[in-house]
Protein backbone atom coordinates (compact mmCIF):
# COMPACT_ATOMS: atom_id res chain seq x y z
CA UNK A 1 0.00 0.00 0.00
CA UNK A 2 1.44 3.32 -1.03
CA UNK A 3 2.25 5.43 2.24
CA UNK A 4 -0.51 8.61 0.50
CA UNK A 5 -3.18 5.84 1.19
CA UNK A 6 -2.36 4.53 4.58
CA UNK A 7 -2.47 7.97 5.58
CA UNK A 8 -5.51 8.45 4.36
CA UNK A 9 -7.15 5.24 5.54
CA UNK A 10 -6.19 5.27 9.46
CA UNK A 11 -5.36 9.66 9.84
CA UNK A 12 -8.86 9.89 11.63
CA UNK A 13 -7.87 7.03 13.77
CA UNK A 14 -4.60 8.88 14.78
CA UNK A 15 -6.05 11.99 15.05
CA UNK A 16 -8.62 11.00 17.87
CA UNK A 17 -5.64 8.84 19.55
CA UNK A 18 -3.31 12.37 19.63
CA UNK A 19 -6.72 14.58 20.92
CA UNK A 20 -7.31 11.66 23.90
CA UNK A 21 -3.65 12.04 24.71
CA UNK A 22 -3.68 15.69 24.82
CA UNK A 23 -0.02 15.80 23.89
CA UNK A 24 2.07 18.52 21.90
CA UNK A 25 4.71 17.62 19.12
CA UNK A 26 7.44 17.49 21.96
CA UNK A 27 5.07 14.95 23.66
CA UNK A 28 4.36 17.18 26.95
CA UNK A 29 0.64 17.14 27.75
CA UNK A 30 -1.55 20.26 27.05
CA UNK A 31 -4.17 19.64 29.15
CA UNK A 32 -4.21 18.75 33.42
CA UNK A 33 -5.36 15.24 32.19
CA UNK A 34 -5.40 12.74 29.74
CA UNK A 35 -8.77 11.39 28.28
CA UNK A 36 -10.27 14.64 29.05
CA UNK A 37 -11.46 15.16 25.31
CA UNK A 38 -13.53 12.27 25.19
CA UNK A 39 -13.92 11.16 21.62
CA UNK A 40 -13.43 7.29 22.65
CA UNK A 41 -13.97 5.16 26.05
CA UNK A 42 -10.50 4.81 28.46
CA UNK A 43 -11.94 0.97 27.96
CA UNK A 44 -10.76 1.39 24.05
CA UNK A 45 -6.88 3.18 24.85
CA UNK A 46 -4.97 -0.04 25.25
CA UNK A 47 -7.13 -1.86 22.19
CA UNK A 48 -6.13 1.42 20.14
CA UNK A 49 -2.41 1.98 21.50
CA UNK A 50 -1.91 -1.70 20.39
CA UNK A 51 -3.90 -0.94 16.78
CA UNK A 52 -1.39 2.29 16.68
CA UNK A 53 1.50 -0.29 17.47
CA UNK A 54 0.77 -2.40 14.04
CA UNK A 55 0.52 0.72 12.16
CA UNK A 56 4.12 2.08 13.22
CA UNK A 57 5.71 -1.28 12.32
CA UNK A 58 4.19 -1.58 8.85
CA UNK A 59 5.30 1.63 8.28
CA UNK A 60 8.81 0.81 9.00
CA UNK A 61 8.62 -2.36 7.29
CA UNK A 62 7.38 -0.33 4.53
CA UNK A 63 10.08 1.89 5.22
CA UNK A 64 7.76 5.09 4.78
CA UNK A 65 8.78 8.88 5.16
CA UNK A 66 10.20 9.76 8.24
CA UNK A 67 7.72 12.55 9.54
CA UNK A 68 5.22 10.14 9.23
CA UNK A 69 7.27 7.52 11.58
CA UNK A 70 8.18 10.01 13.62
CA UNK A 71 4.64 10.87 14.49
CA UNK A 72 3.93 7.47 15.03
CA UNK A 73 6.62 7.14 17.51
CA UNK A 74 5.80 10.22 19.27
CA UNK A 75 2.32 8.94 19.84
CA UNK A 76 3.15 5.46 20.80
CA UNK A 77 5.83 6.96 23.49
CA UNK A 78 3.25 9.13 24.65
CA UNK A 79 0.35 6.19 24.64
CA UNK A 80 3.47 4.18 26.43
CA UNK A 81 3.78 6.21 29.30
CA UNK A 82 0.77 6.56 30.14
CA UNK A 83 -0.75 2.72 29.34
CA UNK A 84 2.32 1.07 31.43
CA UNK A 85 2.82 4.20 33.68
CA UNK A 86 6.50 5.12 32.60
CA UNK A 87 5.48 8.57 33.32
CA UNK A 88 5.72 10.10 36.56
CA UNK A 89 2.43 8.97 37.51
CA UNK A 90 3.03 5.32 37.30
CA UNK A 91 0.26 4.08 39.70
CA UNK A 92 -2.13 5.40 36.59
CA UNK A 93 -0.83 2.85 34.42
CA UNK A 94 -1.48 0.30 36.19
CA UNK A 95 -4.58 1.10 37.23
CA UNK A 96 -5.38 1.15 33.72
CA UNK A 97 -4.18 -1.97 33.13
CA UNK A 98 -5.88 -3.52 35.98
CA UNK A 99 -9.13 -1.12 35.50
CA UNK A 100 -9.56 -1.74 31.87
CA UNK A 101 -6.36 -3.28 29.97
CA UNK A 102 -6.19 -6.67 32.08
CA UNK A 103 -10.07 -8.05 31.65
CA UNK A 104 -10.58 -6.85 28.10
CA UNK A 105 -7.59 -8.88 27.14
CA UNK A 106 -8.73 -11.88 29.05
CA UNK A 107 -12.19 -11.22 27.35
CA UNK A 108 -10.49 -11.09 23.76
CA UNK A 109 -9.50 -14.52 24.22
CA UNK A 110 -12.27 -15.90 25.81
CA UNK A 111 -11.79 -19.12 23.18
CA UNK A 112 -8.72 -19.81 25.04
CA UNK A 113 -9.93 -19.31 28.94
CA UNK A 114 -12.57 -21.34 28.09
CA UNK A 115 -10.40 -24.45 26.50
CA UNK A 116 -8.07 -24.33 29.74
CA UNK A 117 -11.24 -24.31 31.95
CA UNK A 118 -12.62 -27.73 30.62
CA UNK A 119 -9.14 -29.30 30.71
CA UNK A 120 -8.50 -28.27 34.56
CA UNK A 121 -11.93 -28.12 35.81
CA UNK A 122 -13.42 -31.29 33.97
CA UNK A 123 -10.40 -33.83 35.08
CA UNK A 124 -11.24 -32.16 38.60
CA UNK A 125 -15.06 -32.33 38.98
CA UNK A 126 -15.16 -36.00 37.17
CA UNK A 127 -12.45 -37.60 39.41
CA UNK A 128 -13.57 -35.97 42.52
CA UNK A 129 -17.30 -37.33 41.71
CA UNK A 130 -16.07 -40.88 40.28
CA UNK A 131 -14.19 -41.27 43.84
CA UNK A 132 -17.16 -40.55 46.11
CA UNK A 133 -18.84 -43.82 44.66
CA UNK A 134 -15.80 -45.64 43.81
CA UNK A 135 -13.10 -44.77 46.43
CA UNK A 136 -10.47 -46.95 45.30
CA UNK A 137 -10.21 -44.78 41.64
CA UNK A 138 -8.19 -42.80 44.12
CA UNK A 139 -5.37 -45.58 43.97
CA UNK A 140 -5.76 -45.16 39.97
CA UNK A 141 -3.72 -42.45 39.60
CA UNK A 142 -2.20 -41.57 43.32
CA UNK A 143 -0.01 -43.89 45.04
CA UNK A 144 -1.09 -45.10 48.75
CA UNK A 145 2.26 -43.05 49.85
CA UNK A 146 0.91 -39.98 48.50
CA UNK A 147 -2.66 -40.34 49.40
CA UNK A 148 -1.42 -40.96 52.67
CA UNK A 149 0.69 -37.30 52.80
CA UNK A 150 -2.30 -36.10 52.07
CA UNK A 151 -4.42 -37.10 54.66
CA UNK A 152 -1.71 -35.83 57.25
CA UNK A 153 -1.89 -32.58 55.87
CA UNK A 154 -5.46 -32.35 56.98
CA UNK A 155 -6.03 -34.55 59.43
CA UNK A 156 -8.17 -32.92 61.78
CA UNK A 157 -6.00 -33.10 64.61
CA UNK A 158 -3.19 -30.75 62.65
CA UNK A 159 -2.44 -27.40 64.33
CA UNK A 160 -1.96 -25.77 61.26
CA UNK A 161 -3.51 -27.51 57.96
CA UNK A 162 -2.11 -28.37 54.66
CA UNK A 163 2.04 -28.18 56.10
CA UNK A 164 4.02 -31.07 55.46
CA UNK A 165 6.22 -32.73 57.91
CA UNK A 166 9.33 -30.14 57.93
CA UNK A 167 7.19 -27.13 57.71
CA UNK A 168 7.26 -25.22 60.51
CA UNK A 169 6.04 -21.68 60.36
CA UNK A 170 3.75 -19.72 57.60
CA UNK A 171 6.26 -17.95 55.81
CA UNK A 172 7.91 -21.76 55.04
CA UNK A 173 4.70 -22.27 53.91
CA UNK A 174 4.22 -19.33 52.37
CA UNK A 175 7.31 -20.15 50.14
CA UNK A 176 6.62 -23.53 49.28
CA UNK A 177 3.47 -22.29 48.05
CA UNK A 178 4.57 -19.89 45.91
CA UNK A 179 7.13 -22.40 44.11
CA UNK A 180 4.61 -24.66 43.67
CA UNK A 181 2.06 -22.62 42.01
CA UNK A 182 4.68 -20.57 39.61
CA UNK A 183 5.97 -24.01 38.85
CA UNK A 184 2.63 -25.43 37.67
CA UNK A 185 1.88 -22.08 36.43
CA UNK A 186 4.93 -21.61 34.18
CA UNK A 187 4.17 -25.46 32.67
CA UNK A 188 0.70 -24.51 31.53
CA UNK A 189 2.66 -21.85 29.76
CA UNK A 190 6.03 -23.03 28.88
CA UNK A 191 3.76 -26.15 27.31
CA UNK A 192 1.99 -23.89 24.87
CA UNK A 193 5.44 -23.91 22.82
CA UNK A 194 4.69 -27.63 21.93
CA UNK A 195 2.10 -26.16 19.68
CA UNK A 196 -0.32 -26.32 22.53
CA UNK A 197 -0.34 -29.71 23.31
CA UNK A 198 1.62 -28.93 26.43
CA UNK A 199 -0.54 -26.80 27.71
CA UNK A 200 -3.39 -29.09 27.33
CA UNK A 201 -1.27 -32.10 29.23
CA UNK A 202 -0.22 -29.70 32.01
CA UNK A 203 -3.94 -28.43 32.43
CA UNK A 204 -5.70 -31.91 32.53
CA UNK A 205 -3.08 -33.31 34.60
CA UNK A 206 -3.17 -30.97 37.29
CA UNK A 207 -6.71 -31.28 37.22
CA UNK A 208 -6.54 -35.04 37.85
CA UNK A 209 -4.34 -34.28 40.64
CA UNK A 210 -6.26 -31.88 42.26
CA UNK A 211 -9.60 -34.07 41.90
CA UNK A 212 -7.70 -37.20 43.15
CA UNK A 213 -7.15 -34.93 46.27
CA UNK A 214 -10.32 -33.46 46.65
CA UNK A 215 -12.52 -36.71 46.13
CA UNK A 216 -10.18 -38.93 48.28
CA UNK A 217 -10.46 -36.33 51.48
CA UNK A 218 -14.05 -35.63 50.50
CA UNK A 219 -14.69 -39.73 50.64
CA UNK A 220 -13.00 -39.70 53.97
CA UNK A 221 -14.88 -37.25 55.89
CA UNK A 222 -12.28 -34.35 55.69
CA UNK A 223 -14.63 -31.77 54.69
CA UNK A 224 -14.46 -28.78 57.05
CA UNK A 225 -10.26 -29.46 57.54
CA UNK A 226 -10.00 -29.86 53.73
CA UNK A 227 -12.49 -27.76 51.68
CA UNK A 228 -11.74 -25.30 55.05
CA UNK A 229 -8.42 -24.98 53.73
CA UNK A 230 -8.87 -24.47 49.63
CA UNK A 231 -11.72 -22.00 50.21
CA UNK A 232 -10.03 -18.88 50.74
CA UNK A 233 -7.62 -19.00 48.12
CA UNK A 234 -9.30 -21.20 45.27
CA UNK A 235 -10.44 -18.71 43.68
CA UNK A 236 -7.06 -17.18 42.85
CA UNK A 237 -4.92 -19.99 42.42
CA UNK A 238 -6.99 -22.28 39.96
CA UNK A 239 -8.02 -18.90 38.07
CA UNK A 240 -4.43 -18.29 37.62
CA UNK A 241 -3.87 -21.33 36.52
CA UNK A 242 -6.29 -21.30 33.87
CA UNK A 243 -5.24 -18.16 33.12
CA UNK A 244 -1.67 -19.36 32.41
CA UNK A 245 -2.98 -22.36 30.85
CA UNK A 246 -5.11 -19.82 28.35
CA UNK A 247 -1.75 -17.72 27.64
CA UNK A 248 -0.20 -20.98 26.90
CA UNK A 249 -3.06 -22.30 24.21
CA UNK A 250 -2.33 -18.62 22.36
CA UNK A 251 1.38 -19.58 21.81
CA UNK A 252 0.18 -22.61 20.14
CA UNK A 253 -2.61 -21.44 17.92
CA UNK A 254 0.14 -19.10 16.75
CA UNK A 255 1.89 -22.03 15.45
CA UNK A 256 -0.68 -24.15 14.68
CA UNK A 257 -2.47 -21.17 12.20
CA UNK A 258 0.50 -18.58 11.49
CA UNK A 259 -1.95 -17.43 8.16
CA UNK A 260 0.49 -15.52 5.96
CA UNK A 261 3.17 -15.14 8.50
CA UNK A 262 5.76 -17.40 9.52
CA UNK A 263 5.55 -19.57 12.30
CA UNK A 264 8.15 -17.14 13.86
CA UNK A 265 6.34 -13.90 12.90
CA UNK A 266 3.01 -15.21 14.50
CA UNK A 267 4.50 -16.56 17.49
CA UNK A 268 6.17 -12.69 17.92
CA UNK A 269 2.60 -10.91 17.47
CA UNK A 270 0.67 -13.40 19.86
CA UNK A 271 3.35 -13.08 22.52
CA UNK A 272 2.11 -9.02 23.65
CA UNK A 273 -1.30 -10.32 24.55
CA UNK A 274 0.20 -13.73 26.30
CA UNK A 275 2.75 -12.06 28.43
CA UNK A 276 0.31 -9.64 29.19
CA UNK A 277 -2.32 -12.34 30.11
CA UNK A 278 0.52 -14.32 32.22
CA UNK A 279 1.39 -11.04 34.31
CA UNK A 280 -1.97 -10.82 35.68
CA UNK A 281 -2.23 -14.80 36.32
CA UNK A 282 1.50 -14.29 38.31
CA UNK A 283 -0.33 -11.68 40.21
CA UNK A 284 -2.88 -13.53 41.09
CA UNK A 285 -0.91 -16.87 41.99
CA UNK A 286 1.52 -15.17 44.23
CA UNK A 287 -1.38 -13.60 46.01
CA UNK A 288 -3.29 -17.00 46.19
CA UNK A 289 0.24 -18.68 47.99
CA UNK A 290 0.09 -15.81 50.35
CA UNK A 291 -3.67 -16.13 51.81
CA UNK A 292 -2.61 -19.93 51.28
CA UNK A 293 0.22 -19.40 53.84
CA UNK A 294 -1.38 -17.23 56.35
CA UNK A 295 -4.75 -17.56 56.01
CA UNK A 296 -6.18 -21.13 55.12
CA UNK A 297 -3.23 -22.88 57.26
CA UNK A 298 -5.03 -20.98 60.06
CA UNK A 299 -7.43 -23.18 62.16
CA UNK A 300 -8.24 -19.84 64.04
CA UNK A 301 -11.22 -18.81 61.72
CA UNK A 302 -14.45 -20.30 62.16
CA UNK A 303 -15.21 -22.82 58.78
CA UNK A 304 -17.50 -20.55 57.98
CA UNK A 305 -16.16 -17.66 57.57
CA UNK A 306 -13.56 -19.19 55.46
CA UNK A 307 -16.17 -20.71 53.29
CA UNK A 308 -17.72 -17.50 53.15
CA UNK A 309 -14.25 -15.68 52.30
CA UNK A 310 -13.88 -18.25 49.61
CA UNK A 311 -17.53 -17.78 48.16
CA UNK A 312 -16.79 -14.25 48.03
CA UNK A 313 -13.38 -14.15 46.35
CA UNK A 314 -15.14 -16.19 43.70
CA UNK A 315 -17.84 -14.04 43.00
CA UNK A 316 -15.87 -10.97 42.85
CA UNK A 317 -13.11 -12.26 40.52
CA UNK A 318 -15.85 -13.80 38.09
CA UNK A 319 -17.65 -10.33 37.91
CA UNK A 320 -14.13 -8.87 37.55
CA UNK A 321 -13.42 -10.47 34.54
CA UNK A 322 -16.91 -10.07 33.60
CA UNK A 323 -17.83 -7.10 33.87
CA UNK A 324 -14.65 -4.56 34.24
CA UNK A 325 -13.64 -2.39 31.35
CA UNK A 326 -17.01 -2.20 29.80
CA UNK A 327 -18.50 0.37 31.21
CA UNK A 328 -17.31 3.81 31.58
CA UNK A 329 -18.06 7.43 32.83
CA UNK A 330 -18.51 10.49 30.11
CA UNK A 331 -16.50 13.48 31.75
CA UNK A 332 -19.05 16.32 31.48
CA UNK A 333 -19.72 18.46 28.69
CA UNK A 334 -18.28 21.60 29.95
CA UNK A 335 -14.89 19.57 31.32
CA UNK A 336 -14.25 18.28 28.17
CA UNK A 337 -14.15 21.09 26.35
CA UNK A 338 -12.37 23.11 28.90
CA UNK A 339 -9.04 24.89 27.67
Not at 87 to 116: C, D, E, K, M
Not at 276 to 296: C, H, K, N, P, V
Not at 300 to 329: C, D, H, N, Q, T
Request: proline letters at 4%; hydrophobic letters at 50%; one cysteine or more.
Amino acid sequence: MQQELFEARYQAEWAEFDQWLNVDAGGNAVRDKPGSVQNFPPSEFPQRYRQLARHLALARDRQYGGELIARLERLILAGHQLLYGASHNRSGGVLLFIGYTYPQLVRAHWRSVLVATLCLFGPLAAIAIAIQFMPDVAYIFMSANDLANAQQMYDPANRKLGAGRDVTSDVQMWGMYVWNNVRIGFQCFAGGLLFGVGAIFFMIFNGVSIGVVTGHLTQLGYIETFWGFVAGHSALELGGIVLCGAAGLQLGYALISPGRKTRLESLKASTPDAVGILYGAATMIFLAAFIEGFWSASRLPPVEVKYAVGILLWVLMIAYFVFSGRIYRQTKKGAANAP
